[in-house]
C-alpha cells in the first residue's frame, strides 16, 4: 500500500494534480502494467518512453469533480434495548 501511495505521489507531482485527485484503484492497475513494461526495458532511453506513457495514463485517472459537498449528517444513537436484566452477581 505505501509503495502504491508514493508512485501515486510521485506521480501526481509530476502531471500537477493533487494524489487525492487519483483513483487509487486505477492507478494499481497501471502501476502494474506499467511494472512489467518496465522489467522488459532494455535501455534506459525505452524506460523514459515508459514513463512518459505513465504520467499519460495518470493523467487520464483523473477522478471526477464532486458538483458539492457530500452533506454531514448526525449520527443516530441507537437504543439498547435489553430483553433479559443483565446478570449483577
Do not use: H
Not at 493533487?18 to 487509487?24: I, V
Not at 495514463?57 to 443483565?86: A, D, Q
Amino acid at each position: 500500500y505505501n509503495l502504491i501511495r508514493c508512485v501515486i505521489n510521485q506521480a501526481a507531482k509530476e502531471v500537477k494534480l493533487s494524489p487525492r485527485e487519483l483513483s487509487f484503484k486505477g492507478m494499481l492497475r497501471i502501476i502494474g502494467t506499467f511494472g512489467r513494461l518496465a522489467q522488459k526495458a532494455d535501455s534506459p532511453e525505452a524506460y523514459q518512453v515508459l514513463w512518459k506513457r505513465f504520467l499519460v495514463r495518470t493523467k487520464e485517472n483523473k477522478l471526477p469533480n464532486r458538483s458539492k459537498p457530500r452533506p454531514s449528517y448526525p449520527r443516530r444513537v441507537r437504543r439498547n434495548v435489553r430483553r433479559f436484566p443483565l446478570n449483577n452477581d
